[in-house]
Nanobody, 119 residues
Framework: QVRLVESGGGLVQAGGSLRLSCAAS????????MGWYRQAPGKQRELVAA???????NYADSVKGRFTISRDNAKNTVYLQMNSLKPEDTAVYYC?????????????WGQGTQVTVSS
């Protein structure tokens, strides 16, 4: 069984920074795309950033220039560095990954980590 475990959320003032981590564990042959989504109260879950296995990245317009996604393939871990945080960044942040194991590719989600930005 594959698990994704996020860490690094918390409470920060506007203009501050946080770094989220998401580590995949279990029987893993390889990991293709990894990404971060967020869901604010009363809103749909939205893509924040994504990264392919070769390092190509994609960002939501609302976070471009402020957030940076990266990954460490040796550690099966994806990161989200969040700078210049705004109150509207407040949400539960979820990581996801396309994991290849047992000759199949499956899509996994983490349990989420709360990020709260105070004004």
């Amino acid at each position: 069984q594959v698990r994704l475990v996020e860490s690094g959320g918390g409470l920060v003032q506007a203009g501050g920074s946080l770094r989220l981590s998401c580590a995949a564990s279990g029987y893993i042959f390889s990991i293709d795309d990894m990404g971060w989504y967020r869901q604010a109260p009363g809103k749909q879950r939205e893509l924040v950033a994504a990264i392919t296995s070769d390092g190509s990245t994609n960002y939501a317009d609302s976070v471009k220039g402020r957030f940076t996604i990266s990954r460490d393939n040796a550690k099966n871990t994806v990161y989200l560095q969040m700078n210049s945080l705004k109150p509207e960044d407040t949400a539960v942040y979820y990581c996801n990954a396309d994991v290849v194991s047992d000759y199949r590719k499956r899509h996994y989600w983490g349990q989420g980590t709360q990020v709260t930005v105070s004004s």
